[in-house]
């Protein structure tokens, strides 16, 4: 079975502090996809990257990067120099590669990220 | 580009009534998804569809839910009767491919349907 699990419920920072979300998800697959998406107040999900399992190479990208670590089965989401709009509920995602697999979407519970003036 | 529209964003209604949400899919995308996201609780796919043709409904209760998309373009998804434990925001997204053409296709959501039973 596929499972994430991001144990952050809440994270509360002030801003320009770097912040974490951490993300731990387990699967069977050998290939797989990760995702993390940001959902800010106006409820869309917003895109934020994908990755693939074959690709352990961690990302950056302006104030973000992402530590995609397979040993540990983790994908944590770092935002550097935090932003009052980086405030939103952030998921963590894993679906599949295959056939039908890959549309097929596993969220975490996501993580609550306040930014305090 | 437009993007993924959806109506009513607000729903209230009391138990054991009916209520219906629209999706507006990108145009030109295959693919449509309806999802349900309970508080403090991530998406969880209900019903996917290619173009008119269900794809996977194994999520959706279909002893009161029903969803279609019967010109392969927008989709409505119905509740019939409500229950409380229904409360909760329908995401609709739509892709541009079809399963099987790409493996991957990234998922494109609207903002949501916000519904209250009581």
């Known amino acids: 079975a596929q499972k994430v699990t991001q144990a952050q419920t809440e994270i509360s920072v002030v801003e320009k502090e770097d912040v974490t979300l951490d993300c731990v998800y387990e699967t069977r697959d050998t290939t797989y996809y990760l995702f993390w998406y940001k959902q800010p107040p106006s409820g869309e999900l917003v895109f934020l990257i994908r990755?693939?399992?074959?690709?352990?190479q961690n990302e950056i990208s302006g104030r973000y990067s992402w530590n995609f670590q397979k040993s540990t089965s983790s994908f944590n989401f770092t935002i550097t120099a935090s932003q009052v709009v980086d405030s939103a509920v952030y998921f963590c995602?894993?679906?599949?590669?295959?056939?039908?697999?890959?549309?097929?979407?596993?969220f975490g519970s996501g993580t609550r990220l306040s930014i305090r003036p | 580009e437009a993007g993924v529209a959806q109506s009513p964003r607000y729903k209230i209604i009391e138990k054991r009534q009916s209520v219906a949400f629209w999706c507006n899919p990108i145009s030109g995308h295959a693919t449509l998804y309806w999802y349900q996201q309970i508080l403090g609780q991530g998406p969880k796919l209900l019903i996917q569809?290619?173009?008119?043709?269900?794809?996977?409904d194994s999520q959706l209760p279909k002893d009161r839910f029903s969803a279609e998309r019967l010109k392969g373009v927008d989709s409505t998804l119905k509740i019939q009767p409500a229950k409380l434990e229904d409360s909760a925001v329908y995401l609709c997204?739509?892709?541009?491919?079809?399963?099987?053409?790409?493996?991957?296709?990234?998922?494109?959501f609207g903002p949501g349907t916000r519904l209250t039973v009581l």
């Open positions: 569809f290619q173009n008119n043709g269900v794809v996977d």
């Open positions: 995602a894993l679906s599949g590669t295959g056939y039908s697999s890959a549309s097929k979407i596993i």
């Open positions: 990755r693939n399992s074959f690709d352990e």
């Open positions: 997204a739509s892709s541009p491919g079809t399963s099987g053409v790409h493996l991957y296709n990234e998922q494109f």
